[in-house]
């Protein structure tokens, strides 16, 4: 079946610092993969995506990399802002199936 | 940026009454969904459709229903709301193929049943 763990939070990191934010998947055929970002009191956004195994997907200085080796898409940035702060969460879909997401990683960041 | 609209944004009703949230989308999409957020952030499908007059349950369980009569609009109806309703309800729409494509998000409505 298809699945997706991510790293548990919650997440507090200083202004500046690198982040990292682990995702690995289960999906039959070959996923696409996604990262959302959910902004305190709003919807989702997708923040980036990939199609394909090593597409790297980036967007607001954040990148995650396919990994169909180690069925990974971790999320990634070398320097994060307190505006960063948020939930992120990872996804897939495979196939004519829906997006199935991971439970989501409450990123704090503190000035 | 996406054109999904949802209202109400914030909803406190008591035990009993049946509810309506909307969601609407201007994006054209044959697909859409509605999902229910825990406090601990988690998102559960609950409702999806793939075009007017197709409707099918998600992966969780729930008493809520929903209609899709126009490609536009996913209305979600709670007949006899209960405080175990008390929820974020997000509802998003997407194109028939999403494979290299993905789904738009509402702002969402945070619902409270007393």
């Known amino acids: 079946g298809n699945s997706v763990t991510q790293m548990e939070g919650p997440v507090t990191l200083s202004e500046e610092a690198f982040l990292t934010i682990n995702c690995t998947y289960t999906?039959?055929?070959?996923?696409?993969l996604f990262w959302y970002v959910q902004y305190p009191g709003e919807g989702l956004q997708l923040l980036l995506k990939?199609?394909?195994?090593?597409d790297k997907g980036s967007n607001k200085g954040f990148e995650a990399t396919y990994r169909k080796e180690t069925t990974s898409f971790h999320l990634e940035k070398g320097s994060v802002q307190v505006s960063d702060s948020a939930v992120y969460f990872c996804?897939?879909?495979?196939?004519?199936?829906?997006?199935?997401f991971g439970t989501g990683t409450r990123l704090t960041v503190i000035p | 940026e996406a054109d999904i609209y949802q209202t109400p944004r914030y909803l406190v009703i008591g035990t009993g009454k049946k509810i309506t949230l909307e969601c609407s989308q201007t994006?054209?999409?044959?697909?859409m969904y509605w999902y229910q957020q825990d406090p601990g952030m988690e998102l559960h499908l609950i409702h999806y459709?793939?075009?007017?007059?197709?409707?099918e349950k998600g992966d969780l369980s729930s008493e809520s229903t929903v209609s899709r009569i126009r490609t536009e609009h996913f209305p979600l109806t709670l007949e006899s709301a209960r405080p175990s309703h008390t929820s974020q309800y997000l509802c998003?729409?997407?194109?028939?193929?999403?494979?290299?494509?993905?789904?738009?998000f509402g702002p969402g409505t945070r619902l409270t049943v007393l």
């Open positions: 990939a199609t394909k195994a090593d």
């Open positions: 994006m054209g999409h044959d697909k």
């Open positions: 998003a729409s997407g194109p028939w193929d999403t494979s290299t494509d993905t789904q738009y």
């Open positions: 459709s793939y075009g007017v007059n197709s409707t």
């Open positions: 999906a039959t055929g070959y996923p696409s």
């Open positions: 996804a897939l879909i495979a196939g004519a199936n829906n997006l199935f």
